[in-house]
Nanobody, 122 residues
């Protein structure tokens, strides 16, 4: 199994910055893509940013130019640097990874963190 531990959420004023971190641990064989989703109150979950094992990022249009995703493969950790935050960014942010484990080397699965609250005040 793979466990994900997120950190870095909180309350920030509009225009401020936060950095989210998500560390994966467990019986990991290989991590493929990593990323962040968010769910705002009354809205569906949406992809915020993702990054491939090779380091290629992908962003939602709403966060392009403001958010940066990165990963440290040696630490099995993905980061989300969020700048110029807006009240519309308020949501619970969920980390995810696609990974294979020692018991399922050829069948990677999707794993999710518990979520971290980001609140941006106006």
């Amino acid at each position: 199994q793979v466990q994900l531990v997120e950190s870095g959420g909180g309350l920030v004023q509009a225009g401020g910055s936060l950095r989210l971190s998500c560390e994966a641990s467990g019986s990991i064989f290989s991590i493929y893509s990593m990323g962040w989703y968010r769910r705002a109150p009354g809205k569906q979950r949406e992809l915020v940013a993702a990054i491939t094992s090779g380091g290629s990022p992908n962003y939602a249009d709403s966060v392009k130019g403001r958010f940066t995703i990165s990963r440290d493969n040696a630490k099995n950790t993905v980061y989300l640097h969020m700048n110029s935050l807006k009240p519309g960014d308020t949501a619970v942010y969920y980390c995810y990874v696609k990974a294979s484990t020692l018991l399922a080397v050829f069948t990677p699965g999707d794993y999710w963190g518990q979520g971290t609250q980001v609140t941006v005040s106006s």
